[in-house]
Every structure is written in structure tokens, then in C-alpha cells.
């Protein structure tokens, strides 16, 4: 099976790679590395073609009202090089919860980009991750000031980047869902809870203070963000951690 890996050499896509090709698969990277460019449409339909299956990992640069436009493009660029090449499975992975959470741009614009693959004209997959541990880091530095770090105490399900690749790869390399998948991490932490984790881990001073105003995911309502009925990856947080 030849499959066209879109954002390919990503933190997801360059493992979602070596995987299939493990699997014995011919899993081809793309990104603009490789002079693919998903918004000008430059090299996509030579990226694309003699694929029996895309998965577009490629991602919006921005989290503001700029990402629809973002996604719309690009996946009026790839659906419709696709289709010209007779791709017969195209795959996204998304984020679990995505469509309960209207008040970030962000998350209505990879709505936007569900809802355009499944009206397109090709048979899909959608698999929906929760949060990423690789990305913690990051979301504490957003409300981090001084010897601070404020953080709602949202409920999140942290799952690891190679549990996700290894989740996108098995979808890639078996029949269309048309639907969605949900996978997620063992375990729920409350988000300001979590932060104390990683900061006592790091031998980091810094306190954390509960906020239920700081940051993207004071946005979240409830615990939409976690997966009831999503597919477990084994990995736990502070294996991950050590």
C-alpha cells in the first residue's frame, strides 16, 4: 500500500512514516521540506499521486481567527488532488472534544476542516487525539509569569506522540472509518494538577496558582476534552516523564 504522508516529517507525521514502512508499507513523507506546499497547491498533486491512501497531518501555524482559512485551503488543495489521483482513503487526525469547545478559533477551524472531508468525495477516516504530552511544556509557558504558573484546573487526558502516531498508522493501513476515532491517554489530570506534576519533576520552584481565567483551555467547559469512549494508549504520564 502506498501511502502519502502530508506533514510527513512533523513530530507525528515522521513517526506515522517509519511506522508504515516497518509495517511494510511505502509510506512517502511530503511537507515543504520536500517542496509541497499545501496552501499554494505547489507539488501537491505529484505528492499525491499513485497513493492509495493521504494522511494530512499538516497543521496551522496560527491558533487565531487566521487558522479556518488555513484549513479550508488546504483541504480544498489536497481533497481535490486526491480525488483527481483516485486516493481511496484520506485521513486527518483531529482532537477529541473539538466540537464542544465554539469559542476558540482554533478548535472551530479543525471542525471546519472535519466537516469539509466529510462532505468531500472521497472515503475517510478522522481520528480525534487528546492533548499531547510533548505539548505540556508549552501550555504552561502561556500563563507562566515570574515565579508563577496559573492554570484552570480543566480536565485533560494526556496522551503521548508516538501512542498517536502509532493510532493514525493503524487507521492509514486498514479500511475507511467514515467516522472518527477517539484515542486518548490512561489517565484524566486536572490541568493546574498535571502542572504541579511536571514542575516537581523538573526540580522547578515555581508555583502553581488555580485560575479558572488563564489560558486557551480556560475556554473549556466540563470535561470535553477527555475521551469516555476512546481507545487507551498504554503510556502513562510520569513513565513519559522518566
Do not use: C
Amino acid at each position: 500500500m502506498k501511502v502519502a504522508v502530508i506533514g510527513g516529517t512533523g513530530l507525528i507525521g515522521s513517526q506515522v512514516v517509519r511506522n508504515l514502512n516497518a509495517a511494510g508499507h511505502e509510506a512517502v513523507p511530503h511537507s515543504q521540506s520536500t517542496r509541497v506546499d499545501v496552501i499554494s497547491g505547489q507539488g501537491v498533486e505529484q505528492a499525491v499521486a499513485g497513493a492509495d491512501v493521504v494522511v494530512n497531518l499538516t497543521n496551522s501555524p496560527t491558533f487565531d481567527e487566521a487558522s479556518p482559512a488555513f484549513f479550508q485551503t488546504s483541504m480544498d488543495n489536497l481533497l481535490a488532488a486526491s480525488h483527481k489521483g483516485g486516493v481511496g482513503h484520506f485521513v486527518i487526525l483531529s482532537i477529541v472534544g473539538v466540537d464542544q469547545v465554539p469559542q476558540l478559533d482554533y478548535y472551530r477551524a479543525k471542525v471546519l476542516q472535519e466537516d469539509l472531508l466529510k462532505a468531500g468525495p472521497i472515503p475517510y477516516s478522522i481520528v480525534r487525539a487528546t492533548q499531547f504530552m510533548e505539548f505540556m511544556d508549552a501550555v504552561l509557558s502561556w500563563t507562566a509569569d515570574g515565579d508563577t504558573v496559573r492554570l484552570p484546573a480543566t480536565p485533560i487526558q494526556p496522551i503521548a506522540a508516538k501512542d498517536v502516531a502509532d493510532a493514525v498508522g493503524e487507521v492509514a493501513a486498514g479500511a475507511p472509518l467514515n467516522g472518527i476515532r477517539d484515542i486518548g491517554g490512561p489517565e484524566v489530570f486536572n490541568l493546574d494538577e498535571l502542572g504541579r506534576i511536571i514542575l516537581s519533576h523538573k526540580g522547578d520552584p515555581r508555583t502553581v496558582v488555580t485560575d479558572p481565567t488563564a489560558g486557551m483551555f480556560a475556554a473549556v467547559e466540563g470535561d470535553v476534552l477527555t475521551g469516555r469512549n476512546a481507545h487507551l494508549a498504554a503510556t502513562r504520564y510520569t513513565d513519559w516523564l522518566a
